[in-house]
C-alpha cells in the first residue's frame, strides 16, 4: 500500500508561483513512476506531468509547458511540481499519483491517488 500526501497549494496572483510536494510512504519509492494530475470543478481530472523513476525523463501536457517542472527526490520519497507563471485557468485541485509501471499518462494508469490540494489563481 502507497500513502500519497500533497502539500504546497493556496491561493496566488496571476503570473505567481507556487511548489507543490508529495510525500511517499513506501519502502522502495524509486520503484514508481510518479505524476500529477489537477481537476477544475465541473471538469474532468486531467494529466498534468510525469517523471520516471530515476528522474531522468519527465512529460508535460502542452498548457503547461515551460511554466512547470516535475521534479523528485528518491532519497526523501518526494515529488515536487514547480509552477510559475500561474494563469487563472491553472485553479484547480492538484493531484499526485503514483503508478507501478513506467507508464503515467492517464488517470488509468495510476495506481494511488493523493488525497489532492487546492490551487487558486486570482486574476
Known amino acids: 500500500q502507497v500513502q500519497l500526501v500533497e502539500s504546497g497549494g493556496g491561493l496566488v496572483q496571476a503570473g505567481g508561483s507556487l511548489r507543490l510536494s508529495c510525500a511517499a510512504s513506501v519502502r522502495i519509492f524509486s520503484s514508481y513512476t510518479m505524476g500529477w494530475f489537477r481537476q477544475a470543478p465541473g471538469k474532468e481530472r486531467e494529466y498534468v506531468a510525469t517523471i520516471n523513476r530515476r528522474g531522468t525523463s519527465t512529460y508535460y501536457i502542452d498548457s503547461v509547458k515551460g511554466r512547470f517542472t516535475i521534479s523528485r527526490d528518491n532519497a526523501k520519497n518526494t515529488v515536487y511540481l514547480q509552477m510559475n507563471s500561474l494563469k487563472s485557468e491553472d485553479t484547480a485541485v492538484y493531484y499526485c499519483?503514483?503508478?507501478?509501471?513506467?507508464?503515467?499518462?492517464?488517470?488509468?494508469?495510476?495506481?494511488?491517488w493523493g488525497q489532492g490540494t487546492q490551487v487558486t489563481v486570482s486574476s
Open positions: 499519483a503514483a503508478a507501478g509501471s513506467s507508464l503515467l499518462f492517464g488517470p488509468r494508469d495510476v495506481d494511488y
